[in-house]
């Protein structure tokens, strides 16, 4: 992978990726804490995620169909530039009747970032030979889980220390460094344009067309059907979670932002070892228990967490969240992988990819909206139920997937 890092223009893409992924998840860290310190509200908290997952919904699938018919370094540039100046507007919330513009910001910069991860994927190839394809991803991929460790718990300390300000300009300032950067990579060979002409309604006309054409092969494999139901039913949960995570740290812990960082980079180092393992043991293990196991003892961990919110027991429990779930869904990508025909993984994956983020926007307004009438503890338990109860579902419904990947496909 260290020669991969030698050719200038990936290395180039690879900083300039590192450095705004970075700044987004520091974002990520401080504004629902900044928002729940504002409002005291857990509608107003949860709002924000929705503002986030949303766009994955409107423009995810249909991003790629522009990115072919536009010039993809040009599309990262601008996209980085007006990521930049968006953010910047977000400062104008300095009271809590400018606080809609923190969600309008915040709808508009993901929107922005669903341009900008597809043109990078599509830049890669024309940057790196075939030969070094596959270590220029693994790095890519390595950057995210980088920007997972480090970005939360600088934005926490940022919070705390610097104010909103300071976190607002320095991710602004992340978006701008990796704009210059980008611009300094040189494409030498073009990408040949696209002959047919997409509009846009026909862009997301398709894009539907296709999801229900997924969802439709979905009914007809059990399997398929199964792993949806469980996938789904866990990250609905897991968006309960996320959306009043906020209010637990600060309400039943009594801790600040810098403590709610530091539990989100504790998640990221579960997950990058979780990673690492099952991709050392994934095919000498059976798809079916792991997802099982891997989600039942999430919901049971998070219960301990819970119920025992002391930071010494917390944050190993969360890096031991990290390590299960991971393997968990790892192990249901594969799954989805083997068991689809190669004609059409691209729909499965696509209405996959839609319902899910439809959940998780369904999960975080009722996580929201829920919190502020029963309370976070009764919500946060029943959350964690569904983990379990999803793994407990994976364990009865995928039977045949039971015994290792090897034996399974023989």
Not at 20 to 30: F, H, Q, R, T, V
Not at 246 to 270: H, K, N
């Amino acid at each position: 992978m260290l020669t991969t890092l030698k050719n200038r223009n990936f290395a180039l893409l690879w900083v300039g990726g590192l450095i705004s992924m970075i700044g987004n998840w520091i974002l990520l860290a401080a504004l629902p804490f900044h928002i729940y310190a504002v409002t005291g509200s857990a509608i107003a908290t949860s709002s924000l995620l929705i503002a986030y997952i949303a766009p994955g919904i409107v423009f995810g699938s249909v991003a790629g169909v522009f990115v072919d018919r536009w010039d993809r370094k040009r599309t990262m540039v601008v996209v980085s530039l007006l990521q930049t100046a968006v953010l910047l507007v977000m400062l104008l919330a300095r009271s809590n009747q400018w606080l809609w513009v923190i969600y309008v910001v915040a709808f508009i910069e993901s929107s922005l970032g669903q341009f900008f991860s597809p043109a990078e994927n599509a830049l890669l190839p024309t940057l790196v030979g075939e030969d070094r394809l596959a270590s220029a991803n693994a790095l890519n991929s390595l950057n995210d889980n980088i920007a997972r460790l480090i970005g939360p718990a600088i934005g926490g300390m940022l919070l705390a220390g610097g104010g909103f300000t300071t976190v607002v300009v320095l991710d602004a300032l992340s978006y701008g460094i990796t704009a210059v950067l980008v611009a300094l990579v040189i494409v030498e060979r073009k990408p040949k344009a696209v002959e047919a002409v997409t509009t846009a309604g026909s862009a997301w006309l398709k894009v539907w067309q296709e999801w229900l054409a997924g969802l439709k092969l979905v009914r007809g494999k059990a399997i398929l059907a199964n792993l949806f139901l469980i996938v789904g039913l866990a990250l609905f949960g897991d968006a309960i979670l996320s959306a009043i995570l906020v209010i637990f740290v600060q309400d039943s812990m009594g801790l600040g932002s810098t403590e709610f960082g530091w539990m989100m980079t504790a998640r990221g180092i579960g997950g990058l070892i979780g990673g690492l393992l099952i991709g050392q043991l994934g095919s000498k293990l059976p798809s079916g228990k792991v997802i099982g196991w891997g989600l039942a003892l999430s919901g049971v961990i998070i219960l301990g967490a819970i119920n025992f919110p002391i930071m010494s027991v917390v944050l190993p429990l969360l890096t031991l969240v990290g390590v299960v779930a991971i393997a968990a869904f790892v192990s249901v990508q594969t799954l989805l992988q083997q068991a689809t025909p190669d004609e059409y993984r691209g729909r499965i994956f696509g209405a996959f990819g839609t319902t899910i983020n439809l959940l998780m926007v369904v999960g975080s307004a009722l996580g929201g909206f829920t919190a502020d009438r029963i309370g976070v503890l009764p919500l946060m338990n029943g959350a964690s139920l569904i983990y379990i109860v999803a793994g407990g579902l994976a364990l009865l419904l995928l039977r045949e997937q039971l015994l290792p990947a090897a034996e399974t496909l023989s």
